[in-house]
C-alpha cells in the first residue's frame, strides 16, 4: 500500500511539473503573439535564421531564461553553488583570465592612472605641492 502511495504521488509531482513548464510556454507563445500583432517580427533581416533562441531579442531571452532557473528552483533540480565549489569556479576564471597578459597589464595601468590621480587630487586639496 505504501508503495502505490508513493506511486500516486511521484504522478501528481511529474503532472506538476508539466503543468508547470506549459504554463511557461504559453506565455512565451502569448508574447510572441503579441509581438507580431504589433509588427514587431524576427523576420530574415541579416541572413540568419528567424527560428530558436539565438534569433530573440536579448530581452526575451533573459525572460525565457530566468523563468526557466525558477521553474528549476521550484522543481527542487536547480543547482545550488556550496562555499568550496565557488571558490573553485572563481579559481579558476581568475588563472584563465591572468593568461591574457595584454589584459592584465590594462587592468594594472588603470589602476594606477587611478590611484595617481586620486593622490594627486588629494595634495591639491591638502595644499601640498606635486612634484
Same mark, same amino acid.
Request: charged share 30%; no cysteine; glycine share 14%.
Given at each position: 500500500m505504501a508503495d502505490q502511495?508513493?506511486?500516486?504521488?511521484?504522478? /501528481?509531482?511529474?503532472?506538476?511539473?508539466?503543468?508547470?513548464? &506549459? #504554463?511557461? +510556454?504559453e506565455q512565451v507563445n502569448d508574447q510572441q503573439g503579441n509581438d507580431q500583432e504589433n509588427g514587431r517580427s524576427n523576420g530574415r533581416s541579416n541572413g540568419t535564421s528567424n527560428r530558436? +533562441? =539565438?534569433a530573440m531579442s536579448p530581452e526575451k531571452q533573459k525572460q525565457i531564461a530566468s523563468e526557466g532557473g525558477?521553474?528549476?528552483?521550484?522543481?527542487? *533540480?536547480?543547482?545550488?553553488? &556550496? %562555499?568550496?565549489?565557488? !571558490? #573553485? =569556479?572563481?579559481r579558476k576564471g581568475g588563472q584563465i583570465v591572468s593568461r591574457n597578459r595584454e589584459h592584465m597589464s590594462e587592468i594594472g595601468r588603470?589602476?594606477?592612472?587611478? %590611484?595617481?590621480?586620486? !593622490?594627486? !587630487? /588629494?595634495?591639491?586639496?591638502?595644499?601640498? *605641492?606635486?612634484?
Amino acid at each position: 500500500m505504501a508503495d502505490q502511495n508513493g506511486q500516486i504521488e511521484n504522478q /501528481n509531482n511529474n503532472q506538476q511539473r508539466q503543468e508547470e513548464m &506549459n #504554463r511557461g +510556454f504559453e506565455q512565451v507563445n502569448d508574447q510572441q503573439g503579441n509581438d507580431q500583432e504589433n509588427g514587431r517580427s524576427n523576420g530574415r533581416s541579416n541572413g540568419t535564421s528567424n527560428r530558436g +533562441f =539565438a534569433a530573440m531579442s536579448p530581452e526575451k531571452q533573459k525572460q525565457i531564461a530566468s523563468e526557466g532557473g525558477r521553474a528549476a528552483h521550484r522543481q527542487g *533540480v536547480a543547482h545550488e553553488w &556550496n %562555499s568550496d565549489e565557488a !571558490r #573553485r =569556479a572563481g579559481r579558476k576564471g581568475g588563472q584563465i583570465v591572468s593568461r591574457n597578459r595584454e589584459h592584465m597589464s590594462e587592468i594594472g595601468r588603470r589602476g594606477g592612472q587611478s %590611484s595617481g590621480g586620486r !593622490r594627486n !587630487r /588629494n595634495q591639491q586639496e591638502n595644499g601640498e *605641492v606635486s612634484e
